[in-house]
């Protein structure tokens, strides 16, 4: 699959409905509108419900027309694709268990999201939050499902001929050791469990028809551990941090799709040029 087909296939404009819940939020909406009218745009009760078809009753929200609703597992399967196709990388899959395996290298970087706490000389070094997650895919018999991506907290995504609810949220201890931390990471997934917990949150903030099995029957689950910056940093954004010959980078928590080629190009250039990141990230100093 090359670049253009990462556009075209994985990745629809459809816009995205932000709720809002409450009043302090529409204030803050509101605000958003008169500074981005390019991009934003202010939809009243009367839109929301016309729109939208059975949102909670009385809610308004904001709707930014740029949105993309984007498969994940495609995109980066199609982005894998495009960059074997340049010829300017040689693809090697390796199960690296410490630091140590990356010692004959050049340079290294270490880009694995939560699981990069596995390796066992980065455990407790890095200011990180484990987050465990599920999104569920419903069937949409009757063909009931929004007529675009909602958000408030939690998600409904029209794809395909269904939509995907999440997510689940469950924080790892802090007090947990680096084997509780394996295995909270090997978990399996619950579809049961993630259904109703998807469908209280979304039926109640987004579209009260979720409530119904019958409508939305659940179909297949996901789940996945992302990595978020602790909240006791200065800001919310990435955590690197240089370990001989390795540049770590990882805590880029929800926002990975947003800010990962960002982060990819600043960590190219500090490997380069022997130096740190030149975007404002959050470094942890020390080897």
């Given at each position: 699959?090359?670049?253009?087909?990462?556009?075209?296939?994985?990745?629809?404009?459809?816009?995205?409905?932000?709720?809002?819940?409450?009043?302090?939020?529409?204030?803050?909406?509101?605000?958003?509108?008169?500074?981005?009218?390019?991009?934003?745009?202010?939809?009243?009760?009367?839109?929301?419900?016309?729109?939208?078809?059975?949102?909670?009753?009385?809610?308004?929200?904001?709707?930014?027309?740029?949105?993309?609703?984007?498969?994940?597992?495609?995109?980066?399967?199609?982005?894998?694709?495009?960059?074997?196709?340049?010829?300017?990388?040689?693809?090697?899959?390796?199960?690296?268990?410490?630091?140590?395996?990356?010692?004959?290298?050049?340079?290294?970087?270490?880009?694995?999201?939560?699981?990069?706490?596995?390796?066992?000389?980065?455990?407790?070094?890095?200011?990180?939050?484990?987050?465990?997650?599920?999104?569920?895919?419903?069937?949409?018999?009757?063909?009931?499902?929004?007529?675009?991506p909602m958000i408030s907290g939690k998600y409904l995504v029209?794809?395909?001929?269904?939509?995907?609810?999440?997510?689940?949220?469950?924080?790892?201890?802090?007090?947990?050791?680096?084997?509780?931390?394996?295995?909270?990471?090997?978990?399996?997934?619950?579809?049961?469990?993630?259904?109703?917990?998807?469908?209280?949150?979304?039926?109640?903030?987004?579209?009260?028809?979720?409530?119904?099995?019958?409508?939305?029957?659940?179909?297949?689950?996901?789940?996945?551990?992302?990595?978020?910056?602790?909240?006791?940093?200065?800001?919310?954004?990435?955590?690197?941090?240089?370990?001989?010959?390795?540049?770590?980078?990882?805590?880029?928590?929800?926002?990975?799709?947003?800010?990962?080629?960002?982060?990819?190009?600043?960590?190219?250039?500090?490997?380069?040029?022997?130096?740190?990141?030149?975007?404002?990230?959050?470094?942890?100093?020390?080897?």
């Amino acid at each position: 699959m090359g670049c253009e087909e990462i556009r075209g296939s994985d990745a629809r404009w459809l816009g995205i409905l932000r709720m809002a819940t409450e009043k302090k939020v529409e204030e803050k909406f509101r605000k958003a509108v008169e500074n981005f009218p390019e991009d934003l745009e202010w939809w009243a009760r009367e839109k929301v419900a016309e729109v939208v078809r059975c949102p909670p009753p009385g809610r308004p929200g904001v709707f930014c027309r740029s949105g993309m609703a984007v498969d994940c597992p495609a995109y980066l399967t199609a982005l894998w694709e495009c960059c074997r196709a340049s010829n300017n990388v040689k693809w090697t899959i390796l199960e690296i268990k410490s630091l140590r395996e990356l010692s004959s290298f050049d340079a290294a970087v270490v880009s694995a999201g939560a699981y990069t706490l596995a390796l066992p000389e980065l455990w407790g070094m890095l200011p990180i939050r484990p987050v465990r997650g599920q999104a569920v895919a419903f069937a949409d018999p009757g063909g009931a499902r929004p007529a675009v991506p909602m958000i408030s907290g939690k998600y409904l995504v029209p794809i395909g001929t269904g939509v995907v609810g999440g997510g689940t949220v469950e924080h790892f201890a802090e007090e947990g050791s680096l084997e509780d931390f394996r295995e909270f990471a090997g978990r399996g997934k619950d579809l049961e469990v993630a259904a109703h917990a998807i469908r209280s949150e979304t039926s109640e903030k987004l579209y009260t028809e979720m409530a119904c099995e019958a409508t939305f029957p659940a179909e297949r689950a996901t789940v996945g551990v992302r990595a978020n910056p602790r909240r006791d940093l200065t800001a919310s954004a990435p955590v690197g941090r240089r370990v001989g010959n390795c540049w770590v980078i990882c805590g880029l928590g929800a926002r990975g799709l947003l800010h990962h080629a960002l982060v990819g190009s600043s960590t190219a250039r500090a490997v380069m040029s022997g130096t740190l990141w030149d975007i404002p990230i959050n470094v942890v100093t020390g080897e």
